[in-house]
């Protein structure tokens, strides 16, 4: 079954164009990348199916229901988001960040129940980030940052989870750590729309990729069949080459002789 | 299950064995002592002042009016008057502006995602200024200084909202420039009705402008007290949604609250609260931006708890400077005067030892 499903999605800023017939679907259960260069309009899909921006024309279905006529709180039942690192004015505790994905599911006024403190604590517990919990979240590192976050949408429960570049501002063991922990989270049974514009991370980790280049989608399907020469080609005037590391898949550029005169392998592929 | 349990289990002794993660008993004894803090300052302040009376009279005084087991004929008929008549109501408006001015500061902060916002940021001020100014100076077409304060200062706010909304949006940013574009005009419209006025009226627009609880009396307290008491409780109510507020406005849409509605909610129901302050007071500067700042020092940044406490603050400082005004020389001192250069230190110590803590 499909947990989400766009057609023909179409949005503009003024008279500039942005999605021009955006079309993708994605599976339940499974890691979908959406993947592009800089500029090339995934931050505006993403906003549209998250209906923080109002889309001129198209369908956007989530598990099966129209969003078009759902409230922001039936919204936020449906769907969790994880936005960029962000730093933000009050220094809340690591706590009460992840209660706040609680907040969909609390009744009263001042509703938080022993039961949405508890799954706080748990959700905090399995990334190990007890130690951090009383800690000011604007005090942290980036990627301790990114990881409350992913915890706060883990605590919101939700069947499907946006994440907006979850690694851009994270060093490389924090990439990878990250990455990882998404792909348990699809384990776990949520569906996960990520986007990313490094092509290494998407081929790696997700189980199927949308290329998304000059508002449009270029193509789809899994990582292998998408991610490749041509693809590359056409999105980056920097030619790229996908070469194998054993046997994962590797995104390099390819240099012109002489460019890189000590380059070990002598000339590129 | 049990893995679930065991995790939940291991936290309790962590947080020095009086609860869980999320303990608050702390935070409700310090709610506690800021109360008692404020029934001490009311008492003490009843006492001090021109006509001195002792902390006995005092007591009998209000014995006899709040319960039944006094009598009021039998008190001493000047203290009755001083410390009934006069004092206690001023005592009492002075914690409904307290209160008021510090909670919508709490909540401007919040809104705007900006710790160093106040209430007047969207021109309040200004406008009630304006207002106020009007009605000295005409006194025949505007006759109640209070009502025209109020007016123009959700005038000024309301102009400054519908300047800054832009297709079914309203930007922070925007917002805040509005507010001061519509401040300066209104600041400049008092400007021509002081040049215009009479030595008189000029003089009274000034003491206007420095504020002061000199004319507080019962009536005002009737009016003000439910009005005040209900704003607050509805903005109390929005607490959490505050603190989610102030991660931005997308994540708040993410998170169930919709943003344009609980912003309209909350800034249309803090404007009418400080305007309401101000037309009660005049303007009395840096209540309400230094008091939230206090309350987060004591209770870290949830609202739900920089409200109640920022509140109580907001009345024990105002309590506080409206005592010295009154005792500290032979003449009244305008109380705004008293706010600002007690405050100046404050500000000036959470700029130098407190600025990571506050501003992050």
New interface residues.
């Given amino acids: 079954m499909n947990m989400m499903d766009v057609g023909d999605l179409w949005f503009s800023y003024g008279k500039k164009p942005i999605l021009s017939g955006a079309s993708f679907f994605v599976e339940e259960g499974t890691l979908c990348g959406l993947f592009g260069p800089n500029g090339s309009g995934k931050t505006t899909l993403f ?1 549209c199916c ?3 921006l109002a889309y001129a024309r198209g369908t956007v279905c989530m598990d099966g229901t129209d969003i078009s006529g759902l ?3 039936q ?3 449906l ?3 994880v ?1 960029q690192d ?8 690591v ?2 960040i992840v ?3 609680r ?2 599911h ?1 009744r009263g ?4 129940s022993s039961e949405d ?2 799954k ?3 959700v905090l ?2 990334m190990g980030l ?1 130690d951090i ?2 800690s ?1 979240y ?2 942290l590192s980036g990627g301790q940052r990114q990881l409350v976050l992913m915890a706060r949408a883990i605590a ?1 429960e939700t069947p499907l989870m946006f994440l907006d570049e979850p690694t851009a501002a994270l060093d490389f063991s924090n990439q990878l750590k990250v990455w990882k922990l998404v792909r348990s989270i699809v384990d776990d049974g949520v569906t996960v729309l990520a986007c990313s514009h490094d092509p290494n991370h998407v081929s790696w980790f997700c189980d199927k990729v949308v290329v998304m280049g000059s508002n449009k989608i270029l193509d789809s399907g899994p990582p292998e069949d998408v991610i490749t020469d041509a693809t590359l080609g056409t999105l980056y005037a920097e030619p790229c080459v996908r070469s194998y590391s054993g046997s994962v898949p590797v995104i390099i550029p390819r240099f012109s002789p002489g460019q890189i005169p000590s380059f070990p392998w002598g000339a590129c592929p | 299950m049990e893995r ?1 349990m065991s ?2 289990e ?2 309790v002794p ?1 947080a020095t064995g009086t609860g ?3 303990a608050v008993r702390g935070k409700q004894r310090y709610l506690l002592i800021l109360m008692c803090m404020l029934l001490c300052s009311i008492m003490l302040s009843l006492a001090l002042g021109a006509y001195a009376v002792s902390l006995k009279g005092t007591v009998s005084v209000l014995v006899a009016h709040l319960t039944p087991f006094g009598d009021v004929g039998s008190l001493h008929p000047v203290q009755d008057k001083v410390i009934w008549n006069l004092r206690f109501p001023r005592i009492l408006v002075a914690i409904v502006v307290g209160v008021s001015l510090s909670v919508s500061g709490a909540v401007f902060q ?1 809104v705007f ?3 160093l916002v106040e209430p007047y940021i969207l021109g309040v001020s200004s406008g009630s200024a304006f207002g106020a100014a009007c009605s000295i100076v005409f006194p025949t077409i505007f006759f109640s200084v209070q009502g025209t304060a109020f007016l123009f200062g959700s005038v000024a706010v309301g102009a400054a909202y519908a300047l800054s909304r832009v297709r079914g949006d309203t930007p922070v940013i925007t917002l805040v420039l509005s507010g001061v574009i519509i401040g300066s005009v209104f600041s400049s419209f008092v400007s021509i009705l002081k040049y215009v006025a009479s030595d008189t009226a000029l003089r009274d627009i000034v003491f206007w402008l420095m504020g002061g609880f000199y004319y507080a009396s019962w009536d005002d307290v009737f009016v003000s007290l439910p009005i005040v008491t209900l704003s607050i409780l509805f903005l109390w ?1 929005y ?2 949604k505050l ?2 507020l ?3 406005d ?2 708040a ?6 943003p344009e509605h609980a912003k309209l909610a909350v800034v249309s129901v803090a404007t009418l609260l400080t305007a309401y302050a101000v037309s009660l007071a005049g303007i009395i500067a840096w209540v309400g931006l230094m008091m939230p700042h206090a309350a ?1 020092l004591l209770f ?3 609202n ?1 708890y920089v409200l109640p406490a920022s509140a109580l603050m907001g009345a024990i400082y105002l309590i506080v400077c409206d005592t010295i005004a009154r005792t500290v020389a032979s003449a009244e001192i305008p109380v705004g005067i008293i706010a600002s250069i007690l405050g100046a230190p404050y500000l000036c110590y959470l700029l130098r030892n407190k600025g990571r ?4």
């Fill in positions: 906003k998250l209906k923080f409230s922001v709180s919204m936020a039942r769907v969790s988001y936005p962000h730093a933000p004015p009050f220094p809340f505790l706590k009460e209660l706040m994905g907040s969909p609390l006024v001042f509703g938080a403190k508890r706080v604590c748990d517990d399995s007890l919990a009383d000011p604007n005090q919101q | 679930e995790a939940h291991r936290l962590r869980d993660l999320f919040s995602r900006n710790p109510s607490g959490w603190n989610i102030s991660m931005g997308e994540e849409r993410c998170l169930g609250v919709n987060r870290g940044p949830d739900r803590v506050i501003y992050g």
